[in-house]
């Protein structure tokens, strides 16, 4: 690996903290309180509850969810909205979204109790994946969800048997790989042919005939998720939907009923300053391709409606200097949010207190204290000198952050708080260190 440039000047193309704040309307930053989310001050909560710690935001969530369904009204293409569970599964957070009426896509049964636990309705859950094993299916159909995404014929069968044991009839989409380049990060793509998901487009009307002759399984419908992240613009979205569109068709000409076409997720947000599509763009793709099609329509978005909405908020615990480079090591690490290890993803990350939000910036590099230089949050970027004990916050850390955290270099799972105008509850408490070591044991050969 190249040696990184020498830290002479912070990143001229990042946007300054100003921007990033202006773009983010549940946050404002106080003279006398500092960064503020919607009417709860960031060091309260950290004084409370302490860091690192996630917080959201329900006002976020909400105006999100409506602009979405808001953006697909006016496109004349109303669509079922199930939240993509895995982005955040925080219990709270998919109650507050189930309260705007969101459905759910849930990849495991873990996902599906939660999903129930948050009072969504069974009618409006979508099982989605690639692995679901019959355990999970039993679980499913006995709690009569909505629909099933199979992704494979070897998955049909599975459902099939489940179903035929448990004497229920199963309602399956099935999903296909368009084969269409999401343009997105490698990791998150999954609509091109050398992508585990779905099934070839070619081999759909054979599969969806064979549905409708299998036993306990109704075909309902055909299912596409392109990738996550998506930001360069919907014309992966209307070519996946225009390949829809033909299917449905071949398969009505078939004689083959199609209720319902499930659109998937994957629409962008702009983290850094990336031209990410409008829930009106991707409403106007879908009413292009699919709005006469007399189909039942659903979107299955996670990232555009939490990701905005949460910030990690952490605490310096000190700065160091080796050769010329300057580190900002912070009580937050790679085990909090991966994204920036696993994806080279860009966060803002803001100060807290209104005297750091002022003072001059200068380059640095931002880090976590676990031992693997990919604990590095960001490269020469533009903070003020901190203190230890000084909070800055990740934005855009509502999506696939606390999600995706793990237990790595035994650092317990951070805490998750709600924030709704000018209140705030702990929504997960932050794990125990005895917690940590809850379930282990050393096998009596070895005790002794
Ligand atoms: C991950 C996933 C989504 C949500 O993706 P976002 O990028 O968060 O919108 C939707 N559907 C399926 C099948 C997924 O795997």
């Given amino acids: 690996m190249a040696a990184p440039a020498p830290q002479l000047l912070p990143d001229d193309a990042d946007p300054t903290f100003a921007e990033l704040i202006a773009g983010r309307p549940h946050l404002t930053v106080h003279a006398h309180d500092g960064l503020t989310m919607e009417e709860v001050p960031l060091a309260r909560i950290a004084a409370e509850v302490g860091t690192p710690s996630w917080v959201y935001s329900a006002g976020t969530l909400r105006r999100r969810f409506r602009a979405l369904q808001g953006a697909l009204e006016e496109a004349r293409v109303p669509s079922e909205i199930h939240f993509a569970v895995k982005a ?34 069974p009618a409006h859950i979508v099982f989605s994946g690639v692995g679901k094993t019959l355990g999970e299916l039993r679980f499913a159909l006995s709690h009569r969800i909505g629909q099933i995404n199979a992704e494979s014929a070897e998955e049909i069968g599975m459902i099939s048997d489940v179903a035929t044991e448990l004497g229920v009839t199963a309602d399956v989409a099935l999903r296909v790989n368009p084969d269409v380049d999401a343009r997105t990060h490698a990791k998150i793509t999954t609509g091109k042919s050398e992508n585990k998901f779905g099934v070839a487009i070619a081999d759909a009307p054979a599969l969806y005939a064979r549905m409708a002759a299998t036993p306990g399984v109704r075909p309902v419908g055909i299912a596409v998720h392109i990738g996550s992240q998506i930001t360069a613009g919907v014309s992966a979205y209307a070519a996946a939907y225009a390949a829809l569109a033909d299917l449905v068709r071949g398969l009505r000409a078939q004689g083959l ?15 850094r300053h990336e031209p990410a599509p409008s829930p009106a763009a991707l409403a106007g793709a879908i009413r292009g391709a699919l709005g006469n099609l007399g189909v039942k329509l659903m979107v299955e978005p996670g990232r555009w409606i939490c990701g905005p909405a949460g910030v990690l908020l952490t605490r310096v615990i000190l700065q160091k200097h080796t050769g010329s480079r300057r580190f900002v090591i912070l009580d937050a690490a790679m085990n909090d949010l991966l994204r920036p290890a696993m994806y080279e993803a860009w966060h803002g990350i803001v100060p807290v207190s209104p005297q750091d939000f002022v003072s001059p910036v200068s380059p640095c ?17 533009g903070l ?21 955290s793990s237990t790595y270099n035994a650092r317990p799972l951070a805490a998750e ?14 794990q ?17």
Avoid: H
Avoid at 257 to 271: K, M, Q, S, T
């Fill in 88 to 121: 955040n599964p925080n219990l709270a957070v998919v109650r507050a979204l189930a309260k705007e009426g969101a459905g759910a896509d849930i990849v495991s049964e873990g996902e599906l109790r939660l999903a129930l636990a948050a009072g969504i309705d």
């Fill in 365 to 381: 590099d931002v880090v976590g204290p676990v031992c693997e230089t990919g604990d590095t949050f960001a490269r020469n970027r």
């Fill in 417 to 430: 708080i709600l924030v709704d105008g000018d209140r705030f509850a702990t929504v997960r408490a932050r």
């Fill in 384 to 404: 003020p000198l901190l203190e230890p004990g000084s909070l800055v916050a990740f934005l855009d850390a509502g999506a696939y952050g606390a999600a995706m």
């Fill in 257 to 271: 009923a199609v209720e319902r076409v499930d659109c998937g997720g994957g629409l962008g947000i702009p983290y």
């Fill in 432 to 448: 125990t260190q005895e917690a940590l070591l809850a379930g282990q044991s050393v096998p009596d050969w070895l005790a002794a």
